[in-house]
């Protein structure tokens, strides 16, 4: 190790493919979590809905395709719906066309 040791990232631990399941794993899990309800706990948005918001807004984002996106759309049809909420609850400007 030199003095710039952290100038070049770790090899990843996990294959593409890997990384995708897990992903995918993931996605299910947190799909699984919000179930039929509004908020991942309850009737109210909590803190972990803004966070599930930002990750999820930007999986599901059609202008940041990415390999998950179909899967979610696919798969966890409830986490779409959940951002679509979310966005027109909190961000009305933005719901309609995402400009």
Known sequence: RGPFFWAAPPPPRHSPADQLFLARRAAKALSA???PGPYFLGDA?????????????CLTD???PNPLAAFIRDECPNLPAYVARL??????DLAPGLE
């Open 33 to 35: 979590l919000l179930g």
């Open 62 to 64: 059609p202008r940041w």
């Open 87 to 92: 966005r027109a609850a909190f961000f009305p």
């Open 45 to 57: 948005p909590a803190e972990c809905d803004c966070a599930a918001f930002g990750l999820c807004e």
